[in-house]
C-alpha cells in the first residue's frame, strides 16, 4: 500500500535560487553526428563494455568476448522516437565480417583498445577504455589517456561479522517454496543472460540465485539503476541542508547566470525527465536538428558533466517527459559543486555519504576523462548491495536507525511525475500497471537490459536482478516471480 505523507517544504514548496551567478551563459555544445564519429562511439562503447567484464566484473577474457554484442552507435532522436541505426549497424556487421575490426586488451593498464582498419575505405579509427582500481570503466578515445589522476580512493570495508543489511553476513536463506522455485527456475531456463537474483525483506535474504557469470561476490553492471543511487544522493543532500528543495533551480556550476533559460530548470525537472534538454546536432548535410541525448556519455571520451550543462533548452522545462542522461549529469555536476563548495574531497565523500553508508562497499561508478563519476548510469555492485538501496527505500528512507532521506523523499522518489509518464524521480512506478499482477505502488530502479530493484513496498520486499547488456529477459516469466514472491508473504 502507499504511505501518504502530509505536505513537505522540501518538496511542495518552491524557493528562489541565490547562487551567485556565473560570468556569461555557458555555450552550446555541438554534437558531431557524421559518420566517422558515430563509428569512433561504437568502438569506444565496446572498449567500455569489455573493460567493465573483464577489470570490474573480473570475468575471463575469452568469456567477456563472447558475451559482448556488438552494437553500432547512431544519432540521438527527437522527442518521440529514437532512429534505428540500421545502416549503422550493417556497416558494423560487414567490417566484423571482413576481419577489419580487433580488439587488444593489456591486462597490465587494464585497458582495451578497439580498431576500425579499411585502407580502402579511408577508415582508421581506434577507441579505448580503462578501468583504474576502484573504477568501472572510463572512455578514454583515440587517446586512450586521462585528464586526472585515478588515484585509489578509501572506501570503507566490508563487514562479514554483521548480518545483512547492515553487514555482509548472510544466513544460508530458508527453503523456498515449492510455486516459487519453479518461478525462478523458469525465469533462469528463459533468461540466459541473468546473472543473479535475489528476494529479501528489510532483515533476510529469503532466495538468492547465480545464473552463468553471476556470483555472490562479483560486482556486474547496473547501468541506469545508477539514477537511483544519483536520486538518493539528492535526498541526502536534501536531509543534511546542502541543497533546499527539489523545486530550487538547479545550482549547475554553468547555469548560474540568470538571464539564461537555463535558469528554469529545478531539480524535480531533472529527476523526473522533463528538463527539456538537447543538444544541436553537426550533420552530413549541414541541415543540423536537435537531439534528445540518451548514450553519449558512456561513448564520448569527453567530461560528461559540462557537456550536459552544455545542452540547450529545447522544450520549455517541465512540460514534456522525454528520458535523457544528460539532465542526470547536471545532477551529478550540482552534486560535484555542493561536496567542494565544502572543500571536501569529491570522490571520497561521494562514497561515504552513500554508497559506504549504506554498507554497499562493493559498488563503483564509473567516470569520464575528468573525473567525474558519472551519475546517470554504469555503476556495478553485487546483488547484496543492490538490494541495500532497495531496503532503504522500503524502510521509508531510514537507515540504522536514522531518517536518512527526509520524510516524503520515498513517496515522491517512487510517484509518478506530472507529464504523463509513469516515471518517478529516477525510478519507475507501475502507474501503467505495465506488470499487471503487481499494484500502481510498485516501484523500481532500471537499466538498460532489465537490471532492476523492485520496492515492493505492499508486500515488504526487495527483489534485485542483474542481467548481462543486451541480452533480452522474458518480462511475463519475471512478473511469475514477483507475483508469487509477493502472494507467499
Known amino acids: 500500500m502507499p504511505y501518504p505523507n502530509p505536505p513537505e517544504p522540501l518538496f511542495d514548496a518552491a524557493r528562489p535560487f541565490t547562487g551567485a551567478p556565473a560570468a556569461g551563459l555557458c555555450a552550446p555544445l555541438l554534437y558531431d553526428v557524421r559518420a566517422p564519429a558515430l563509428r569512433l562511439r561504437t568502438l569506444n562503447f565496446a572498449a567500455k563494455r569489455l573493460a567493465d567484464m573483464i577489470f570490474v566484473s573480473n570475468l575471463p577474457e575469452a568469456d567477456a568476448m563472447a ?18 541505426a540500421t545502416a549503422e549497424q550493417q556497416a558494423l556487421d560487414a567490417a566484423r565480417k571482413a576481419g577489419q575490426i580487433s ?31 576502484g573504477y568501472g570503466g572510463i572512455v578514454t578515445g583515440s587517446a586512450g589517456t586521462l585528464g586526472f589522476d585515478p588515484a585509489p580512493i578509501p572506501r570503507a570495508a566490508a563487514d562479514p561479522d554483521r548480518a545483512w543489511p547492515l553487514g555482509d553476513g548472510i544466513a544460508s536463506p ?33 532466495l538468492e540465485r547465480y545464473g552463468a557469470g553471476g556470483a555472490a561476490d562479483r560486482a556486474t553492471p547496473s547501468w541506469s539503476m545508477t539514477k537511483a543511487m544519483t536520486a538518493t544522493m539528492i535526498g541526502r543532500m536534501l536531509r543534511l541542508g546542502w541543497l533546499s528543495s527539489v523545486h530550487m533551480a538547479a545550482p549547475a ?40 541525448e540518451n548514450s553519449a556519455v558512456y561513448q564520448d ?12 533548452v529545447a522544450v520549455r522545462p517541465g512540460s514534456t517527459y522525454r528520458y535523457v542522461n544528460t539532465g542526470l549529469n547536471v545532477l551529478g555536476a550540482v552534486i560535484r559543486s555542493a561536496i567542494e563548495r565544502r572543500g571536501l574531497g569529491y570522490h571520497a565523500t561521494m562514497y ?13 561508478h564509473s567516470a569520464d576523462i575528468a573525473g567525474n563519476l558519472i551519475a546517470s548510469g554504469s555503476g556495478a555492485a553485487t546483488l547484496r548491495d543492490y538490494a541495500k538501496l532497495g531496503v532503504l527505500y522500503l524502510q521509508d528512507g531510514r537507515w540504522r536507525g536514522e531518517q536518512f532521506l527526509p520524510r516524503g523523499f520515498v513517496e515522491y522518489a517512487l510517484s509518478p511525475g506530472q507529464a504523463g509518464s509513469a516515471y518517478g524521480a529516477c525510478f519507475r512506478s507501475n502507474a501503467d500497471r505495465l506488470f499487471a499482477s503487481l499494484p500502481a505502488s510498485a516501484a523500481w ?39 508469487t514472491a509477493c502472494a507467499g508473504r
Open 67 to 84: 558475451r559482448l554484442r556488438w552494437r553500432a552507435v547512431g544519432a540521438p532522436g527527437g522527442l518521440d522516437a529514437v532512429p534505428p
Open 103 to 133: 580488439v587488444e586488451v593489456n591486462e597490465a593498464a587494464r585497458a582495451v583498445r578497439v580498431a576500425w582498419r579499411d585502407p580502402a575505405a579511408g577508415i582508421d579509427l581506434a577507441g579505448s577504455a580503462l578501468a583504474p582500481p
Open 174 to 206: 530458508p527453503a523456498a517454496a515449492p510455486d516459487l522455485a519453479a518461478a525462478v527456475d523458469a525465469l533462469f531456463a528463459a533468461c540466459r543472460g541473468i546473472y543473479g537474483l535475489l528476494i529479501a525483506t528489510p532483515e533476510q535474504v529469503l
Open 253 to 292: 556550476p554553468l547555469w548560474g547566470d540568470p538571464r539564461g533559460a537555463h535558469a528554469d530548470i529545478t531539480l524535480d525537472h531533472l529527476l523526473h525527465m522533463r528538463s527539456g534538454l538537447a543538444m544541436p546536432l553537426l550533420t552530413e548535410d549541414g541541415r543540423g536538428g536537435l537531439g534528445f
Open 301 to 312: 571520451a569527453a567530461d560528461a558533466f559540462e557537456a550536459a550543462q552544455r545542452s540547450i
Open 352 to 364: 561515504e555519504m552513500l554508497a559506504d553508508a549504506l554498507g554497499m562497499t562493493s559498488f563503483r
Open 445 to 483: 530502479a532500471t537499466g538498460a537490459s532489465d537490471q532492476r530493484i523492485f520496492i515492493l513496498r505492499h508486500a515488504g520486499l526487495v527483489v534485485a536482478m542483474t542481467n548481462e547488456t543486451d541480452h533480452p529477459i522474458d518480462l511475463a516469466r519475471l512478473e511469475a516471480v514477483l507475483a
